[in-house]
Structure formats: structure tokens, C-alpha cells
């Protein structure tokens, strides 16, 4: 299991606003990353070092939005100011996740600005919703070389993640007894008996560091 991406719900004044400022502080643009069709939701790419990106997303008016999991956690998140929505981790195979969960995973298109259409199968948004300190699971149906983090300059990489919440929980939700369950990630671990989720993920960017 891998850090894969991490996601930004669009604040009031829309997703192309809030990634503006996003891009100021991090030095770097996004890309379009196009509209989710099946799940109500458009997005902003920005990609980074190690095959991770950040995505903007925004949830549009559209009954996907309100009827799958990952549009409510969207319009959710977005209603309430907006801000880090939640993190993803890549998986080579979901069918021991969709086992462990008892139900199977639903597949996401997108196709962004030039690019080809993208395709893949995630599982764990109800989780997400439920529990904001817990990532959903992600498998991707495209050839890395197309995956959202290419192309980039490699000048920005995740640093580590805040989260308010507890490893044990994180640990039961991924069916591990690994002391670092994402082995790749630093993680913060904050406030376990306060509201959970990802409160601001830092960078490591030609400027220094920076954290949003």
C-alpha cells in the first residue's frame, strides 16, 4: 500500500479559486483533470515527486453529487468551508479489500484536458465519509506512465500528513499489524479524541517547506 493522492474539496469560491492559491504557495500550476461523470465531481491536478498528486475537487450540481458516497463526502466537506477532504491509497489488488468490507468496488472515469481517459476502481469512500481520518483504496486501470502525477518536475513532494485521529483505527481499517502501516508516508498523528480527519499536509518544496 501506497500514498497515492491527497484531496482538497473546493472552498465557497469554487475549485479553480482555491487551487489558485494552492499554486501560489506551493510554486507550481495544476492541470484540468476533468469531470467524474459517475460521481457528480470535477477536479484540479496538481502533480508532484513519487507518483503522488494533489487533487482539487469540486462537486457539481448534479444528483451523482447527492447519490454516491464520494460526491457527498465532496459537498460535504466544501459546504463546510472546505479544506483537506481526505487521503488515498494505491493498491496493486483490491480484492482482499473488497473481502474484508463485503462488498465490491465501483469504477471512476475521467478524462483529462489531453489527455487520455482515465480509468480505475476505488473502494472505502463510505469509510472516508464516515471516519475522515481513513483513506479510501484506489487501483488504477491505466499504464503509470499516464497516471495523474505524470509528467512533473519533481521540485514538490509530500512531506508528511497531519491527521486527528489514531494509528490503531488506521491499522484495523487496512487489516494490518504493520507498526507503520504506509510505510512511505510520514504521519502526524494528532487530537485521537478529537474531530478526525487530515488537518494540513506539508511540502517539501524549492522554497523550503511548506504546509496547507
Not at 22 to 35: F, M, Q, R, T
Not at 174 to 195: F, H, M, Q, R
Request: with cysteine; hydrophobic share 35%; glycine share 10%.
Amino acid at each position: 500500500m501506497e500514498l497515492d493522492h491527497v484531496s482538497y474539496a473546493s472552498e465557497k469560491d469554487g475549485h479553480v479559486a482555491t487551487a489558485a492559491r494552492i499554486a501560489e504557495k506551493l510554486g507550481i500550476l495544476p492541470y484540468d483533470g476533468g469531470v467524474h461523470p459517475r460521481f457528480g465531481t470535477r477536479n484540479l491536478i496538481f502533480p508532484l515527486a513519487d507518483g503522488r498528486y494533489i487533487e482539487v475537487v469540486e462537486a457539481l450540481e448534479h444528483p451523482a453529487a447527492l447519490g454516491t458516497p464520494f460526491g457527498q463526502v465532496v459537498r460535504t466537506r466544501s459546504e463546510a468551508g472546505g479544506g483537506w477532504m481526505g487521503w488515498v491509497v494505491r493498491v496493486d489488488d483490491l480484492a482482499p479489500i473488497e473481502k474484508r468490507l463485503g462488498r465490491e468496488a465501483v469504477e471512476g472515469n475521467r478524462t483529462p484536458e489531453g489527455r487520455p481517459e482515465l480509468r480505475w476502481k476505488q473502494i472505502g469512500v463510505k469509510g472516508t465519509l464516515a471516519d475522515p481520518q481513513l483513506p479510501f483504496f484506489v487501483h488504477w486501470l491505466c499504464p503509470s506512465e499516464e497516471h495523474p502525477s505524470a509528467p512533473n518536475n519533481g521540485q514538490v513532494r509530500i512531506e508528511s500528513l497531519q491527521i486527528a485521529g489514531n494509528r490503531d483505527r488506521l491499522r484495523d481499517w487496512l487489516g494490518t499489524d504493520e507498526e507503520k502501516p504506509i510505510s512511505d508516508t510520514k504521519i502526524d498523528w494528532v487530537a485521537p479524541n478529537g474531530t478526525p480527519g487530515v488537518l494540513s499536509v506539508t511540502f517539501e518544496t524549492p522554497k523550503g517547506l511548506v504546509t496547507i
